[in-house]
């Protein structure tokens, strides 16, 4: 009798184990569902909801930018009204100082020119020539260096004033693509990109031409369908540039203000 209850007792010990490990494992599983839940907050933590809203953030702050800048402009044209009025200055010191406005792009600018659009290749571009790769993502889209190669061409072959989409550039305006976007001066902007640029068409028409980055740019549009478009204007007026012209920068660690 006594070896018939060492034999029963024998599995039920070696039981014990084997249960105590699925209690914990529900346990476990139990804990992972209270964190995932307290961590969606009843959302669904699968979706993009958090891009979403950090996209709707940078498009509001943009807006904000935008409006920041028109009450800017606004407020310089009304400070410089004034200054004329009653500064006391003479003629020659009027032109000096409007001179000086249109060669720091605070001062609208129109005469001849010409618009260059850079634009996407259709998202599924496929080689368009004999002998070319089909293509990578990267060489779909438009890049921060193609921006800046239109824009330093320009300036070489003596556009007097520069406008990338909306907004006139300064001696201080930096072009910069995050992703697929561009950033310039706090705002936000999408593709295709519209460069003007006031100054003689055929001198400008020239430095494109005589770009190696832009002519880089041209295996590009035959190869994958970049977008690349250049119109000539008889008259074209650029907006003045109406963001602050605070310059701002990094200081060492205790340094006073």
Known sequence: ????????????????PVRLLTAAVF?????????????SKGTNIRTDASLLKLSDLIKERSDDNAELEASTGAARRRVEALADRDDGSTTAEDARQAALRAASGTQ????????????????????????????????LVIHQQDLQAVVNALWKGGAEGIQVMDQRLISTSAVRCVGNTLILQGRVYSPPYKISAVGDPAALKKA???????????????AYGLGWKV???????????????????????????
């Open 1 to 16: 009798m006594s070896n018939s209850d060492d034999s029963s007792a024998g599995p039920r010990r070696r039981a014990r």
């Open 27 to 39: 346990a476990l599983a139990g804990l992972l569902f209270v964190t995932s839940f307290n961590t």
């Open 108 to 139: 609208e600018l129109s005469g001849k020119g010409l618009t260059v659009t850079l634009n996407d290749a259709p998202p599924n571009a496929t080689a368009r020539i004999p002998n070319v790769p089909e293509p990578q993502p990267n060489d």
């Open 208 to 222: 494109l031409a005589a770009s190696p980055a832009l002519q880089n740019y041209q295996l590009y549009v035959n």
């Open 231 to 257: 119109d000539e204007h008889k008259a074209l007026t650029l907006p003045a540039y109406s963001g602050t012209v605070d310059l701002h920068y990094a200081k060492p660690v205790g340094a006073t203000p």
